[in-house]
Structure formats: structure tokens, C-alpha cells
């Protein structure tokens, strides 16, 4: 039940997407709890050319705190430093219409998904 997500704490949450991700085919690792450097979550799916890397942040908030610019600023940031593939910004509640535009505008679309409560769901029911 998707709904149970907002019974979960930050922690819980990342350990849920985790698994998620592991179950969709994922080759997963989760970071330390502190100091994590704007990642909760490194993905890897392997390809013939080599891993294809993603960072996860998970943002466990309630349906009424979507997510903003800067967050989405912070992770493109940290996937453009790091030189990884991508990132996904996994939220259980949804992006604000600015987050959205920033991205379309920007042509961060090839290289930043936004997963989410109904993305989340969805990847929740593929893999079970």
C-alpha cells in the first residue's frame, strides 16, 4: 500500500526505495546516513559499455511539502561533480510546477528523473 510511505521515516523510506530499485534489476548500494553528500543511494545497471551510475536522494515529505528548485539545483550539482550518469530525486510527495519548468528549461530531462508519489507507486507495483 502506497499510502504507507507517509508512516515511514527518512531512514525507512531509503531503505524501501532501495529495495525497489534492487527489485526492478539494480545492482544497489546505500550511503552512510550522515555526511552523505547529497546522495542516499548509488544505482548501477550494468551494460555492455560499462555500469551506467545514478545517484538517488530520497526525500520522505508530506503530500502538502512538494519539492522546490533547490533541492533538484543540489543533486544536479552533486551528479555533475561526481561525473555519474544521472540522478533521481525520489519524494513522496510531488515537484512544484517551478522544479518542473527548471528542468525542462534547463535540459536537465536526459540526466535527472523525478520520481514521485505517483512515479513511486508505480515502480512499486513492477516490482513486486
Known amino acids: 500500500n502506497p499510502e504507507e510511505f507517509y508512516r515511514l521515516d527518512g531512514k525507512q523510506f531509503e531503505i524501501v526505495m532501495e529495495e525497489i ?4 534489476g539494480y545492482k ?5 546516513v550522515s555526511r552523505d553528500g547529497g546522495k542516499d543511494i548509488i544505482i548501477r545497471k550494468p551494460e555492455i559499455l560499462g555500469d551506467f551510475i545514478y545517484y538517488v536522494e530520497c526525500k520522505r515529505h508530506s503530500i502538502k ?10 543533486l ?8 555519474v ?5 525520489a519524494t513522496t ?27 513511486i507507486r508505480s515502480l512499486l507495483n513492477k516490482a513486486i
Open 21 to 24: 530499485y534492487r527489485k526492478l
Open 28 to 32: 544497489v548500494e546505500r550511503t552512510q
Open 65 to 74: 511539502r512538494p519539492i522546490g528548485v533547490g533541492i533538484l539545483r543540489n
Open 76 to 83: 544536479i550539482t552533486v551528479v555533475n561533480t561526481d561525473r
Open 85 to 89: 550518469n544521472g540522478g533521481i530525486l
Open 93 to 119: 510527495s510531488y515537484f512544484t510546477r517551478d522544479a518542473k519548468k527548471y528542468i525542462d528549461e534547463n535540459k536537465y530531462g536526459y540526466q535527472i528523473q523525478m520520481h514521485d508519489f505517483d512515479t
